[in-house]
Each structure stands twice: as structure tokens, then as C-alpha cells.
């Protein structure tokens, strides 16, 4: 606990927020290895909502690591600091009343956990981008998975690290097997309900 600082508390209600931009706030988080379509569905999902009139922004891993998390690596440690700096940011945009969508590959359930501990449980909806490694791998559109399997890459999720997959994702699309639109029909679908 920091001493010496005393939040202060806004006079605006959260409710208030809602009514004006007439929608719920909510960060909808995009979980799955690379490859998967993560950014692809986020910045679908970001257009659909625009073009309905809803507030939103697409927190994008790597566009992060560029600016915020610039300074962080591929360790356990420097990704679970990159999923905690990213979940802080998400829970300041939904308490300001704005519909986040993240995407990140956020590998560990319990740095998952921890980001729906900050976002707060009743604003978090995890949605797993299911594309198993073989499809990615197929895809690879950046070639990190070549250089991964070169050795050129240490700590690459699927290849050398981890990804624990959600048992309990409030939601599950299949990009290994499903077409692209279908994929974002089944995601605006699910945050449309949720954020009326």
C-alpha cells in the first residue's frame, strides 16, 4: 500500500456513464495462441461496434509492447506484469463507461485470473480464440513460428512456453476450423448482448 496517496472518487456514477454513451461497459478478452486470429476478430469486432454506435478501443498486444509495455520481454515475469499493466488500462476504460476488446495471448490461467480480478468479474467476458498449433503454425503470418522452431525465438507460446487453455472461456470460437465471418458473427453476437 502506498502511503501518503488518498484516491479521489469521481462525482460521475457509473450508471450516468452508460446512459450516455448507451451501452454497458465491457472488456471482452481475446486469449489464444499466435496465429489465431486474435487481432483479426478484435479490430472486426471494433468496426462492427463503431458502425453501431458503440464506444470502443482495441487494446492490441503487440501494438502495446511498442508503447506501454515497451520495456517488458518474454519472460513468465515480464508477461505476467504485460497482462496486469494491460488489465489496469482496460478496467480505467470500462469505469470511463467504454467497451474494451483485448488481444493478447495471455497463456497462463492464473494471469488470466488476475486480469479478471482487476477488471472486475461483472466487466470481463474471456473469449478463447481456439486455432490449434498446427493451424497456426500453417498460417504464421509474421514467420515467428519458423524462426520459434529455428531457435531463434526463446519462450514462444506453443513452441517453447506454455498456453494453458481456459476451461471456463465465456466464450469459444473455433478460427481452426470455422470461416472468418462466421468466427465474428458468433463474437458481435455475444458482446451485443452483453452490453445492453
Known amino acids: 500500500m502506498l502511503k501518503n496517496i488518498t484516491p479521489h472518487v469521481t462525482n460521475v456514477s457509473e450508471q450516468t456513464r452508460a446512459s450516455v454513451f448507451q451501452q454497458k ?14 487481432s483479426t476478430l478484435a479490430y472486426g469486432l471494433e468496426q462492427a461496434l463503431i458502425d453501431a ?24 515475469e515480464d508477461r505476467a506484469e504485460n497482462i496486469r499493466r494491460v488489465a489496469q488500462v482496460a478496467h480505467l476504460m470500462n469505469k470511463a463507461g467504454l ?3 483485448t488481444a493478447l495471448i495471455s497463456p497462463l490461467a492464473k494471469d488470466r485470473a488476475i486480469a479478471k480480478h482487476i477488471i472486475g468479474e461483472s ?12 493451424v497456426c503454425e500453417l498460417r504464421d503470418p509474421k514467420g ?5 522452431r529455428a531457435g531463434a525465438i526463446d519462450n514462444f507460446t506453443g513452441i517453447s512456453a ?8 465465456d466464450l469459444v470460437i473455433d478460427t481452426g476450423n470455422q470461416p472468418l465471418n462466421l468466427s465474428q458473427q458468433e463474437l458481435l453476437a455475444f458482446v451485443l448482448k452483453r452490453i445492453v
Open 144 to 148: 515467428l513460428y519458423k524462426k520459434a
Open 25 to 38: 461497459p465491457l472488456t471482452v478478452w481475446l486469449t489464444g495462441l499466435s496465429a489465431a486470429g486474435k
Open 53 to 76: 454506435g458503440k464506444a470502443c478501443y482495441v487494446l492490441d498486444g503487440d501494438n502495446l509492447r511498442h508503447g506501454l509495455n515497451a520495456d517488458l520481454g518474454f519472460t513468465a
Open 123 to 134: 466487466y470481463f467476458a474471456e473469449v478463447f480464440v481456439n486455432s490449434g498449433v498446427d
Open 99 to 101: 467497451i474494451v476488446i
Open 162 to 169: 506454455p498456453y494453458e487453455v481456459p476451461f471456463s472461456a
